[in-house]
């Protein structure tokens, strides 16, 4: 099985830069997504990591470890529209199928 | 295409009642996912196809619940008997075989209400 922990929630101001964190274990890694859930709505992918190191996209970045098992997701210049829900989910063991951690609530605040 | 339309958005049914939930993804793509979602948690997956195969299903999954892909195309996920437990969120998504990521799209969900 997978084992996702992500903290259950985090609050940061406007303007400033936010690190939420995601560790996992399982067999047979084969890619880690962040998506991003807005209260009542779907989830939205925001990044993709299948080898070590930092992806860049806008104001939204994200790292993998393979060897930690371990992603985080860098929020830059954070707006008031960034409070919302972030999901870590990993692909292993051959599978197609993400599975997904209980998720990071993010609270922006002026 | 607009993405993946889930229908219904809203579901209210009494314990005991059938439901049915229709799953319409983005036309292209093989795979298509239903997860589970309550509140304060992630999406729990529940069963996958590619194309009209149902290829892995989760053994949390109830044998209350069917879901099926006749023709490759749109899904449908049926409950049976439902339970005040059965109350959540349920999400489609789908995904293309075609390129590197294969990240998932997801519907708006059908949110079930079970009174």
């Known amino acids: 099985g997978q084992n996702i922990d992500q903290p259950t929630e985090m609050t940061a101001t406007e303007g400033a830069i936010v690190q939420i964190n995601c560790t996992y274990q399982?067999?047979?890694?084969?890619?880690l997504f962040w998506y991003q859930q807005h209260a009542g709505e779907a989830p939205t992918f925001l990044s993709y990591?299948?080898?070590?190191g930092l992806e860049e996209k806008g104001r939204f970045s994200s790292f993998l470890s393979r060897s930690k098992g371990y992603s985080y997701l860098l929020l830059k210049e954070l707006q008031m529209k960034d409070s919302a829900s972030y999901l870590c989910?990993?692909?292993?063991?051959?599978?197609?199928?993400?599975?997904f951690g209980r998720g990071t609530s993010l609270i922006v605040h002026p | 295409d607009t993405g993946v339309s889930q229908d219904p958005r809203h579901k209210i049914t009494k314990r005991g009642q059938n439901v049915t939930f229709r799953c319409d993804p983005i036309?292209?793509?093989?795979?298509l996912y239903w997860y589970r979602q309550t509140l304060g948690q992630g999406p729990e997956f529940l069963t996958y196809?590619?194309?009209?195969?149902?290829?892995?299903k989760s053994r949390l999954l109830s044998d209350r619940f069917s879901a099926e892909r006749p023709k490759g195309s749109f899904s449908t996920l049926e409950i049976q008997r439902t339970e005040q437990g059965d109350s959540a969120m349920y999400l489609c998504?789908?995904?293309?075989?075609?390129?590197?990521?294969?990240?998932?799209?997801f519907g708006q969900g059908t949110r079930l209400t079970v009174v």
């Open positions: 990591n299948v080898l070590d």
């Open positions: 036309s292209e793509h093989n795979r």
């Open positions: 989910a990993v692909k292993s063991g051959g599978s197609y199928i993400p599975t």
């Open positions: 196809f590619q194309n009209e195969a149902q290829l892995e």
């Open positions: 399982t067999s047979g890694f084969n890619g």
């Open positions: 998504a789908s995904s293309s075989i075609v390129g590197p990521n294969t990240e998932a799209f």
